[in-house]
């Protein structure tokens, strides 16, 4: 057991900083000893509330008891061979999940990787090498990813960009439909802005794939207006381009379906995914059409740990919970619970802009009052800032967002009991009462 009288959140800290590149931050200044379904807690016995799950991953909990087992029992048997060099059931039975699980019935086939960055890098190359075409479309307020090809892909350049050029080319970026500051174009006038600069700018011939997050994570948990999915999509197939939807962040249940896609029924041609995968250990996918799959040759795709043993129990355990448990449609009733709050705050502060999301993926944009403009209300990050760490102060972890840093977003894990999501809502309350715009 650890002797808590030799380890503080403090030591801990002043260690990191002679050992951790500052290049690498943490929110909190506290180090985890344990978590659960629900909370986290540090070396010194302090309890967060936690609204942010690792940033959408552990959706089932922090070691969920399916996923502890699985994990024990592929550890004991193997921890890894390769499934370049000798494969094994696990990785063929999690591309199986995801083929039958992604949006459309249509045949599929899927490849795993360890990160996210490493599957939307996956796609960007199958999308290329299957079309023939170079171009890919990528949105305002993106985000897919820190290597060098998904920072090119993501839109905001601090922190993520900043003197980390040059970045790969053939990326485009059009406008998102983003309801608040685009003064409430419908998601048809939306996309045909986009489309009518794809057209004019790159030439529908170029593109290779439309590239998108269904609704987008890091960029601000902007939900397009509906019809703007739809739009793409069938640009996308009347033009021989692909509609690579990156489901990263709003994959498995996280939204209130197994995928955001399915919300309005668009059936990407090809699906990223990772974080909510595994239960927290580092697993990706690339699922797609069979055609698109299989026109890459033998060994084109790969990487020594992609798929490895412990990660695919990991998911396979993951994903019978969220069978078992219908997370999805717990995700929905998180939503009855927090939107309504929300709602009823926004009504006390003129500085809550926005109340937005879907499932248990769900923000507040924080604005200047009173400051309606064509590009939307005025961000307001300072207050976006004070309230984070009012909440954290008080023993709630809620993450921030968006593009000007100015959203508050709520990604409670699946299975968080209500009495816990309510103890976090009236953290939340009281933070924003103590909050001055
Ligand atoms: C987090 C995220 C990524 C990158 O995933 P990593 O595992 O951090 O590389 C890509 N796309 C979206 C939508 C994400 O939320």
């Known amino acids: 057991m650890r002797d808590k009288t030799v380890t503080s959140s403090e030591e801990l800290h002043k260690r990191r900083g002679a050992a951790v590149s500052r290049g690498v931050s943490s929110m909190l200044a506290s180090y985890v000893e344990h978590a659960s379904g629900g909370t986290l807690t540090d070396v010194d016995g302090r309890e ?9 991953v552990t959706s089932i909990g922090n070691s969920a008891p399916r996923v502890v087992e699985a994990v024990k029992a592929q550890v004991e048997r193997f921890t890894h061979t390769c499934f370049m060099v000798a494969p094994y059931e696990s990785y063929v039975a999690v591309c199986e999940q995801l083929n039958s699980l992604t949006p459309g019935d249509h045949d599929k ?27 890919v479309v990528a949105f305002d307020h993106a985000y897919h990813g820190r290597t060098n090809l998904t920072m090119a892909l993501t839109a905001k350049s601090m922190p993520y960009k900043h003197r980390f050029g040059p970045f790969a080319g053939e990326i485009y970026r059009v406008p998102m439909s983003y309801p608040l500051r685009d003064g409430g174009l419908t998601g048809a006038a939306a996309a045909a802005r986009s489309l009518d600069l794809i057209e004019k700018q790159i030439g529908a011939e170029n593109v290779a794939a439309v590239l998108i997050e269904p609704i987008q994570g890091e960029g601000g948990f ?166 984070a760490k009012a909440c954290h102060a008080s023993g709630l972890l ?40």
């Open 48 to 56: 967060w509330i936690d609204f942010g799950s690792g940033i959408a």
């Open 109 to 135: 086939r899927s490849a795993l990787f360890n990160s996210g960055a490493e599957a939307v890098e996956n796609a960007v190359k199958i999308a290329r090498h299957t079309t023939g075409r170079q171009a």
């Open 222 to 387: 902007v939900v397009p207006a509906p019809g703007f999915l739809p739009a793409l999509s069938a640009w996308a197939s009347a033009n021989g381009a692909l509609l690579i939807a990156d489901e990263i962040q709003t994959g498995f249940c996280r939204t209130g379906d197994w995928f955001a896609s399915e919300h309005e029924s668009v059936v990407p041609d090809l699906v990223t995914t990772a974080k909510g995968i595994a239960g927290g250990l580092p697993l990706a996918g690339v699922t797609g059409r069979t055609d698109i799959m299989d026109a890459i040759h033998p060994g084109g795709l790969g990487g020594t740990y992609g798929g490895n043993p412990i990660a695919c129990a990991a998911a396979l355990a993951s994903i019978e919970t969220m069978r078992e448990l219908d997370l999805c449609s717990a995700a929905r009733r998180l939503e009855t619970v927090m939107r309504p709050r929300l709602n009823e705050l926004a009504t006390r502060h003129a500085f809550i802009g926005d109340v937005r999301g879907r499932g248990a993926m769900i923000a507040i944009e924080l604005v200047e009052p009173e400051t309606d403009g064509p590009g939307g209300p005025t961000p307001n990050a300072s207050a976006t800032q004070a309230v």
């Open 398 to 437: 809620v993450l921030t967002c968006g593009t000007y840093g100015n959203v508050l977003r709520f990604l409670p894990p699946l299975v968080m009991p209500d009495d816990t999501l309510n103890r976090g809502l009236d953290i939340l309350t009281e933070a924003l009462a103590s909050t001055t715009s």
